[in-house]
């Protein structure tokens, strides 16, 4: 039976998958809410593909259970192609096609869905609708394959990476197009490792490693659960002695990143005083300094002691 308002639009129970050697899915355990931009955060390799792959009815898995809109994979497939809009991580269009062509041809695989021309404004790329797929810039390609997903006008969005490899620029526009869709109370299940992408555009966070989540919650909520509301970075002319920097007020953490000092804070207004007098009685120069309130970047690190992007 189709999802009803009070009844998870995924439902995700024990998903386990092993390549060879690799477990790149491990006994997870998942739900996504109707009308909700869930996100799926997390460094290359922890799972996230996979774990898309499989609720998009792609990849089999060794075991667990997958329940989508109500429906299950084995005995609904025709009706849930007909209600998901899938946009892969990377998505090979015949370049030989014009934008129009490939909107429409898309379009022929659903019952029902917007016309080609609204769909290519949609997208923004009526100025390109005759142009050939090969001659468009990255962020129209990618706006492209947006359209492709939004054909059958679907419940139910999946986004792998879906701004990976663009410019600020192209990365904005498809960002402004997910907030329409999500504006329109339509489900997305977004995957990235861009945390300023899942803390603009997600209502919850899952954040994955190594094929588990480790995390989940509200961008806001997870960045409030490591108790750091800073973070210092600092470089210095000479060395220093770190030791001293854990008994400073207000310090959480000390990390040394190759030279480059990072302090997680929870009072940056005592903490940065307290860290120049500190440089100060030891003499030590100090030639770089920053600050940013704390991301789920942040989170990923408190949690694993890695970054998001240098896995």
Known sequence: MPASATTPALRVRGLRKLYKDVVAVDGLDLEVQPGECFGL???NGAGKTTTVEICEGITQPDSGEVELLGMRWNTHRRQLRQRLGIQLQETQLSDK????ETVRLFRSFFEQGPGDSEVIALVQLQEKQKSR????SGGQ???LALACA???DPEFLFLDEPTTGLDPQARRQVWDLIERFRTAGRTILLT???????????DRVAIMDHGQIIALGTPRELIASIGVEHVVEFRTGTALDASALRGLEGVHAVRNENGNMQLQVAQ????VPALLNELGRQGVPLTELRTHSASLEDVFVALTGRHLRND
Not at 133 to 136: N, P
Not at 268 to 271: A, F, G, K, M, S
Request: net charge neutral.
């Open 133 to 136: 797929v090969g001659s468009l």
């Open 192 to 202: 990235t490792h861009y945390m300023e992408e899942a803390e603009q555009l997600c």
């Open 268 to 271: 940056l207004h005592r903490t």
């Open 141 to 143: 390609k990618q706006r």
């Open 150 to 152: 939004l054909v059958g």
């Open 41 to 43: 955060l997390g460094p």
């Open 97 to 100: 096609l014009t934008v129009s």
